[in-house]
Nanobody, 122 residues
Framework: QVQLVESGGGLVQAGGSLRLSCAGSGRTFSSYAMGWFRQAPGKERAFVASIMWNGDRIDYSTSVKGRFTISRDNAKNTVYLQMNSLKPEDSAVYYC???????????????RGQGTQVTVSS
């Protein structure tokens, strides 16, 4: 089992940047596919980005592609989401998720963190 803790959220003006971090516990973190999701008030949770256990494959939603970058440091058990050119519509609670099924992309993410709030002002 892995526990995930997100950090790095906050308030930023439109056009600004934030970097989210997700620290995972457990010795097998490097074997997990990792993903970022977000949920805005009144909306369903939406996929943002994902990365294969070794970083060989990365995927983004069309709404963030070219602005966000997902990366991971398995030595630090951490996955990152660098968010640039932020827009008010990027405001949401951002969650990281992990899956150890071996599938990529995962059909379902088995573990999820508590989330971190990102608010982008216009």
């Amino acid at each position: 089992q892995v526990q995930l803790v997100e950090s790095g959220g906050g308030l930023v003006q439109a056009g600004g940047s934030l970097r989210l971090s997700c620290a995972g516990s457990g010795r097998t973190f490097s074997s997990y596919a990792m993903g970022w999701f977000r949920q805005a008030p009144g909306k369903e949770r939406a996929f943002v980005a994902s990365i294969m256990w070794n970083g060989d494959r990365i995927d983004y939603s069309t709404s963030v592609k070219g602005r966000f970058t997902i990366s991971r440091d398995n030595a630090k058990n951490t996955v990152y989401l660098q968010m640039n050119s932020l827009k008010p519509e990027d405001s949401a609670v951002y969650y990281c998720a992990a899956d150890d099924s071996g599938l990529y992309p995962p059909l379902n993410y088995r573990y999820r963190g508590q989330g971190t709030q990102v608010t982008v002002s216009s």
